[in-house]
């Protein structure tokens, strides 16, 4: 008797989820690709990395996956872009003021030194945007002297 009311609970789950899912696929979530207003100008190895692990979330040129068509990862996979593109976004970079770019510099910086860019969410499926120690360094080293924190602490020295 308990089993058999066990199986029939199992069964109208199994049910009611299936139906959430197929009602869920009737709010597709919006996944743009707006025009490139100008893409971030930086040297070419530089470019390439940000290309490579940052350019899905922070910029116009997503490379949308298969499952991001699927309720309810897209409403989270377009989540992210949206989230990541309102912070930063390497297609409309060059309008930033410079007081702005200086100052998300130094995020990217932090970011990237600190690990918590690229999100692990997305390197566990996207192996190919992984960082190296080396392309790591590459990417604080780039952003520091942009953001000129690390060209004030060599004239500090250099000048006293
Ligand atoms: C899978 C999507 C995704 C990828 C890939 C990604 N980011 Fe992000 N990023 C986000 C999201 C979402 C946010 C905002 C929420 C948060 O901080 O978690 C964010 C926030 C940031 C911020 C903070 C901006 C601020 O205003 O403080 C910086 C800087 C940043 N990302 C840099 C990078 C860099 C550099 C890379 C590549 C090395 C990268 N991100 C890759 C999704 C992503």
Redesign the pocket.
């Known amino acids: 008797m308990t089993k058999e009311l066990l199986k029939k609970i199992l069964k109208w789950t199994v049910i009611g989820l299936f139906v959430l899912f197929v009602v869920a696929q009737f709010f597709p979530a919006a996944r743009t690709n707006p025009e490139i207003v100008r893409d971030i100008d930086a040297p070419e190895d530089v470019k390439s990395?940000?290309r490579r692990?940052?350019?899905?979330?922070?910029s116009h040129e997503t490379a949308w996956p298969w499952y991001s068509r699927v309720a309810p990862i897209s409403w989270w996979v377009v989540?992210?872009?949206e989230?990541?593109r309102?912070?930063?976004n390497f297609s409309d970079w060059p309008l930033l003021d410079f007081e702005e770019q200086e100052h998300?510099l130094e995020?990217?910086e932090?970011?990237?030194a600190d690990r918590?860019?690229?999100?692990t969410?997305?390197?566990l499926i996207?192996r190919s945007?992984r960082?190296s120690d080396d392309d790591r360094q590459k990417?604080v080293e780039w952003a520091e002297a942009g953001s000129g924190s690390g060209s004030d602490d060599h004239s500090d020295s250099d000048s006293h």
């Open positions: 990395i940000l692990a940052c350019y899905d979330c922070h989540d992210h872009v989230h990541g309102g912070d930063l998300m995020e990217i932090h970011e990237v918590e860019m690229p999100l969410s997305y390197t996207h945007a960082l990417l």
